[in-house]
């Protein structure tokens, strides 16, 4: 393959795989309030547009190429007061931040279960209530994209129904409790993500288990809690993404260099997203001790240097990472989804920097 003509998906695909490419790889996400800055302030008015423009290589597909909802309740209510609802029982309100507005998660519906028999009087979807018949013939618009399927989640989505505190507290002396919210999710999404890539015909090529285990300066769980509760459900889903054709990226913020180990015998192929601010995450290290054997995934801080750094500082901080990077798998990434607080100029100099060679 010439590597001076390289398609998005070729490029990104090259990565994972540690062959050449005719440059690195990009990926960003944002939140929907920084998209809707963007197009004002670039003149783009679709997706496709602002993608191109950020020269990014991977479309994820959830809000863009979704399957046809069908359930017999709403996909989202609104409840009053802003607080709306998912047909999980999620609750969300968008609160307004120093730097603007942010998505955030309410009323936990089942913080004050005790009991299993509580777990399971809860209205839970199904994977039926979402009809795939035309979802490969909406893919086309992306053929030339490397395409992400995301939405994955064994840990972290439980917590949004039982709470953050409550759910560790399950998992150290319930945890029965814990198995059974973790169950209800992993059974769904193994059925949901299996219909989604079969309707796929081959054609996603990453999909993306989302789940902190990590904090600042460390885990948020022990080793062995990540053995029992998260690595047998996140396995299955290295095995769904494998059966289909795709690779399995899974994505922790945090110091999570203790479990990077046991994440790659999991089988997992993109570790993201490298969070540069946390301990033990320097990329010389990620790069010398794991780069060959997973691609890594982020590493452009989006606690300190998007929000606060100059456009400069931006670019030069990505070359940097890119070159750290060189001769092993690395695909160039924010942290974490762009939020309000990071300059479209940041934005745009993190996007000329993959095409630009210093």
């Known amino acids: 393959?010439?590597?001076?003509?390289?398609?998005?998906?070729?490029?990104?695909?090259?990565?994972?795989?540690?062959s050449p490419t005719d440059r690195v790889p990009l990926d960003?996400?944002?939140?929907?309030?920084?998209?809707?800055?963007?197009?004002?302030?670039?003149?783009?008015t679709t997706h496709r547009q602002l993608l191109e423009r950020l020269n990014v290589d991977i479309v994820d597909l959830r809000g863009v190429v979704d399957p046809v909802y069908r359930g017999p309740k709403p996909l989202s209510q609104e409840l009053g007061n802003g607080?709306?609802?998912?047909?999980?029982?999620?609750?969300?309100?968008?609160?307004?931040?120093?730097?603007?507005?942010?998505?955030?998660?309410?009323e936990f519906v089942l913080a004050d279960a005790t009991l299993v028999d509580d777990l399971e009087r809860h209205t839970w979807?199904?994977?039926?209530?979402?009809?795939?018949?035309?979802?490969?013939?909406?893919?086309?618009?992306?053929?030339?994209?490397?395409?992400?399927?995301?939405g994955v989640s064994v840990f972290q989505h439980p917590t949004f129904l039982r709470g953050i505190d409550n759910l560790l507290m399950d998992m150290a002396i319930r945890p029965e409790m814990a198995e059974y919210l973790m169950d209800r999710y992993t059974e769904f999404y193994l059925t949901y993500y299996d219909r989604m890539l079969t309707a796929a015909g081959g054609r996603i090529d990453i999909l993306r288990v989302?789940?902190?285990?990590?904090?600042?300066?460390?885990?948020?769980?022990?080793?062995?809690m990540f053995d029992q509760f998260i690595a047998p459900r996140l396995s299955r889903f290295v095995e769904l993404a494998h059966h289909h054709g795709a690779k399995l990226m899974f994505h922790s913020c945090g110091a999570i260099r203790p479990l990077i180990e046991s994440i790659i015998a999991l089988g997992?192929?993109?570790?993201?997203?490298l969070q540069a601010a946390a301990d033990d995450m320097?990329?010389?290290?990620?790069?010398?001790?794991?780069?060959?054997?997973?691609?890594?995934?982020?590493?452009?801080?989006?606690?300190?240097?998007?929000?606060?750094?100059?456009?400069?500082?931006?670019?030069?901080?990505?070359?940097?990472?890119?070159?750290?990077h060189a001769g092993s798998r690395y695909i160039l990434a924010p942290c974490h989804v762009l939020q309000t607080d990071v300059p479209t100029a940041n934005i745009l100099a993190l996007a000329d920097a993959a095409v630009l060679r210093p």
């Open 1 to 18: 393959m010439n590597v001076t003509t390289m398609s998005r998906q070729d490029r990104v695909l090259a990565a994972i795989a540690g």
């Open 28 to 44: 960003i996400n944002m939140n929907a309030f920084v998209e809707t800055r963007l197009h004002g302030e670039l003149g783009t």
């Open 83 to 106: 607080v709306r609802q998912n047909i999980w029982g999620w609750r969300q309100k968008v609160m307004q931040t120093a730097t603007g507005p942010e998505d955030s998660y309410v």
């Open 125 to 150: 979807p199904s994977p039926d209530w979402f009809d795939f018949t035309d979802f490969t013939d909406r893919l086309h618009e992306w053929d030339d994209f490397a395409i992400m399927a995301s």
């Open 210 to 224: 989302a789940d902190d285990v990590g904090m600042q300066n460390a885990l948020l769980l022990s080793p062995a």
């Open 268 to 273: 997992v192929d993109i570790l993201d997203p």
């Open 282 to 324: 320097e990329p010389e290290g990620l790069a010398t001790d794991f780069g060959n054997r997973i691609c890594l995934h982020g590493g452009i801080c989006t606690q300190h240097l998007l929000p606060q750094g100059t456009a400069d500082q931006v670019q030069q901080e990505a070359w940097r990472r890119r070159d750290i």
